[in-house]
């Protein structure tokens, strides 16, 4: 099925959710609002002519200037009919939360996670939500636009004043 | 005292069991890099897996937010690092499809064969490193000999054997010449002969077949549902391949099939790289006879760096160099776009927002060893501990890959 016509079929579906699509590059992307994600996954994933079984991606972006600060993109594609959908919700930043998918991808549970360490999105339903690439007690979330590429002032690892103390006697080794 | 008995019934019953946790990692040979493992374990069965990833993490997404389209490429290398010259390729489909660029037929041709190239020294590497964690060692130096191969013409062709940084935006950085050609004939010529001689040292392999046959088996559905790709999914008898479904490349004009599995399990997931080796000289060899000649780069100056030897003798090729070097391609239209390319690996993705500048203002990498790990669990959960070793290897993962 081509693109746009699925995006004319969630329209039909579900005309109060989607709020816009746009096509790019013969790529067609769904903006959907995010109460009813899990039910249009659902549906994208159970209708017989649609099939969307293969969750390709699932990833956060940000956008600090908008009313809605982030965005998470949802990239759905058909194995049995080579078709793809990107669909995109959009989760404001005073209560980043959306319902988790994992019910029905289960390879979203670490995209899901992911997306939770570096942007802060919490993921309803998740059933392991904790950081996945950053340290379990890391503070801030990295892939935020606000965050410096090189970490917050003072963010150094101090440990290793400490160890050189630990490990002065090595000097009388000659191997420090 | 009843002799009856054995001597194993009461004395075991009557034996408290506790499950056993065990690290596996994240500095452990068989794991192919920094992955670790947490096995909650009865007996030698394993309940319970909890993969741990991020030790290699790089923060690859956010560097590339920092840094322009041109300026990305090295990075990509250092994605999966044993099949750098693939993911170049990725990259480079990736942003030539965002920016609209038409590449130039031979520069596709010359893509192709060093992407195949690639797929089959990463399966070398990994048919070394997979038989040698289930015991097989003289395969591991079989391999690495004829990968040696691959990387010598590698370095010929570009300077570099790993971190290659081959491809350019708009074509590749160099052109082949004939005596390069030549040699990689040779190779063609005999590597099908190569691939026997390891089926004969492990295919009929008592050791071999105990240890893969029936060992991490996935059901179609359920690699589709976790989202595996590549060898992973196709073991399961899913013919899905990036290069036929979404073709790129010269893939689409080259005659070669998609070597399925059937029962999901190691031995097929080995079948079916076996096979690959044989379809990717295949395809190699096509690429070379019917190899077109003309220009390597596409003619697109917005977007493309000119020549080195225009730069060093003409003003305004130095300028515009300058240019596109410290700012990066200026003119890239805004939009997003998901570009997928066929890795050995797996499915690689790249997803780019673009605002118009010559940075992306987001660059997602969909990187096929990080879902292979979050399947880990899936294929290992009720097997045996011997057996983890024997799936890590089978869906074939390098964490630099994974972590980003």
């Given amino acids: 099925m081509e693109p746009t016509e699925i995006a004319n079929r969630l329209q039909e579906k579900f005309p109060l959710e989607v709020e816009e699509a746009r096509s790019f590059r013969d790529q067609v992307f769904v903006t959907v609002r995010r109460e009813r994600i899990l039910d249009i996954c659902r549906y994208l994933y159970g209708a017989p002519d649609l099939n969307m079984n293969f969750l390709t991606d699932l990833c956060g972006v940000d956008y600090p200037e908008r009313k809605d600060r982030f965005e998470v993109v949802y990239n759905l594609y058909s194995l ?45 339903g998740h059933p392991d939500l904790r950081r996945i690439l950053m340290p379990e007690d890391w503070e801030g979330f990295p892939q935020r636009k606000d965050y410096p590429l090189k970490g917050k002032e003072g963010w150094e690892y101090r440990g290793f004043e400490d160890t050189k103390e630990l490990h002065s006697h090595d000097r009388e080794w000659n191997i420090g | 005292m009843d002799n009856n008995n054995g001597p194993n019934d009461t004395d075991s019953e009557r034996l408290a069991t506790t499950e056993l946790t065990l690290n596996l990692g994240p500095q452990h040979p068989a794991t192919h890099g920094v992955l670790r493992l947490v096995l909650d374990l009865d007996g030698e069965t394993i309940v319970k897996c909890t993969p741990y990833v991020g030790y290699l993490h790089r923060g690859v997404e956010k560097l590339s937010e920092y ?16 099949s750098a010259m693939a993911n170049n390729v990725g990259y480079c489909v990736a942003v030539e499809k965002l920016f609209g660029i038409e590449i130039p037929e031979r520069a596709q041709f010359i893509r192709t064969m060093v992407a195949e190239m690639t797929r089959i020294s990463n399966h070398l590497l990994w048919l070394a490193t997979h038989a040698l964690d289930i015991g097989a060692m003289t395969v591991f130096l079989y391999c690495f000999r004829e990968r040696e191969k691959i990387l010598d013409l590698f370095e010929k062709l570009c300077g570099a054997r790993l971190t290659v940084s081959y491809t350019r935006i708009g074509g590749v950085k160099n052109d082949v010449g004939p005596q390069w050609l030549e040699e990689l004939c040779r190779f063609t010529d005999e590597f099908p002969m190569r691939v026997e001689q390891y ?46 479904a979404m073709p790129y490349g010269a893939y689409d004009k080259l005659k070669w099939e998609v070597p399925i599995g059937k029962n999901g399990d190691v031995y097929d997931r080995y079948r079916v790289r076996m096979d690959e080796f044989r379809q990717s000289n295949s395809i190699i060899r096509q690429c070379v006879e019917r190899l077109p000649e003309g220009p390597i780069m596409a003619d697109a100056p917005k977007f493309t760096l000119p020549a080195k030897d225009r730069v060093l003798s003409d003003m305004e090729h130095l300028i515009h160099h300058f240019v596109l070097i410290t ?46 790990v979050s399947a880990l669990p899936k294929l290992c959960e009720g097997e045996m501990v011997a057996d983890v070793i024997a799936n890590i290897g089978s869906i074939d993962i390098v964490l630099g890959e994974c972590d980003r």
């Fill in chain 1, 80 to 124: 049995k009919f080579n078709h793809r959908i990107l669909l995109k919700a959009r989760v404001p930043a005073d209560d980043p939360s959306i319902d988790s998918v994992v019910s029905v991808w289960s390879g979203a549970n670490w995209h899901e996670r992911e997306a939770c360490d570096m942007y802060g999105i919490v993921f309803n």
């Fill in chain 2, 67 to 82: 840094r322009n389209y041109l300026q990305i490429l090295p990075l990509t290398d250092r994605l999966d690092y044993i």
């Fill in chain 2, 199 to 244: 089926e004969t040292l492990i295919d009929k392999n008592r050791i071999w077949l105990k240890r893969t046959k029936g060992v991490g088996v996935i059901s179609a559905e359920d690699a589709i549902n976790w989202g595996m790709s590549g060898p992973a999914l196709r073991g399961s008898g899913v013919p899905y391949d990036v290069r036929k």
């Fill in chain 2, 327 to 372: 700012k990066g391609p200026q003119a890239a239209p805004e939009g997003e776009i998901y570009s997928a390319t066929e890795v050995p690996k797996g499915e690689l993705g790249f997803y780019f927002v673009s605002d118009g500048t010559g940075k992306p203002y987001r660059m997602r990498l969909r990187s096929p060893s990080f879902v292979h």
